[in-house]
T-cell receptor
């Protein structure tokens, strides 16, 4: 599976949108982009996934660039409970999940 | 909402003892996984399991580890003779399918903290 690069940390103001970038320049055609988050050593929580189209669900939006070499996870109105480590994972269907270091997001009041 | 359940939440054991970590995957899921996370480190894949067989395992998953689905609901990870370096959070995950989205999304339990003294 392709490697991903994320900033190690970022702060966000409560109520504002949080935009989390991820680079995956070596992504191949059959690989999807998945986002998970981990709140304080709890189990990773699935957020969203996409292949090439932008996706939105009740938790977040995922914007994937046209060349698929990068993506952005958007939390539209961050709350204090969104403080977590966010993982961007590129994976072909059926493969195991390979977690990197993720981005530690701190939502501040 | 269905969830993966893990027990116990915290297990303390002496070095050299055997431990069994238990997981109840989501009921209609067929693929099961164990991951672990040593304190302050990344989440690491250990093993995947389907149809009563190991599908894939990592280098970490050596002969000291085994997995089993002893009945229709439980999925267990056994560590035969624990070492200090086995201290970690162990996460169980399950998915309905392997390849078909969205059914191949893995859902995780809250984890078992294993402390080896």
């Amino acid at each position: 599976d392709a490697k991903t690069t994320q900033p190690p940390s970022m702060d966000c103001a409560e109520g504002r949108a949080a935009n989390l970038p991820c680079n995956h320049s070596t992504i191949s055609g059959n690989e999807y982009v998945y986002w998970y988050r981990q709140i304080h050593s709890q189990g990773p929580q699935y957020i969203i996934h996409g292949l090439k189209n932008n996706e939105t669900n009740e938790m977040a939006s995922l914007i994937i660039t046209e060349d698929r070499k990068s993506s952005t996870l958007i939390l539209p109105h961050a709350t204090l409970r969104d403080t977590a480590v966010y993982y961007c994972i590129v994976r072909a269907a059926g493969n195991k999940l390979t977690f990197g270091g993720g981005t530690r997001v701190l939502v501040k009041p | 909402e269905p969830e993966v359940t893990q027990t116990p939440s915290h297990q303390v054991t002496q070095m050299g003892q055997e431990v069994i970590l238990r997981c109840v995957p989501i009921s209609n899921h067929l693929y099961f996984y164990w991951y672990r996370q040593i304190l302050g480190q990344k989440v690491e894949f250990l093993v995947s399991f389907y149809n009563n067989e190991i599908s894939e395992k990592s280098e970490i998953f050596d002969d000291q580890f085994s997995v089993e689905r002893p009945d229709g609901s439980n999925f267990t990870l056994k560590i035969r003779s624990t070492k200090l370096e086995d201290s970690a959070m162990y996460f169980c995950a399950s998915s309905e399918s392997l390849a078909l989205l969205p059914k191949n999304i893995q859902y995780f339990g809250a984890g078992t903290r294993l402390s080896v003294l």
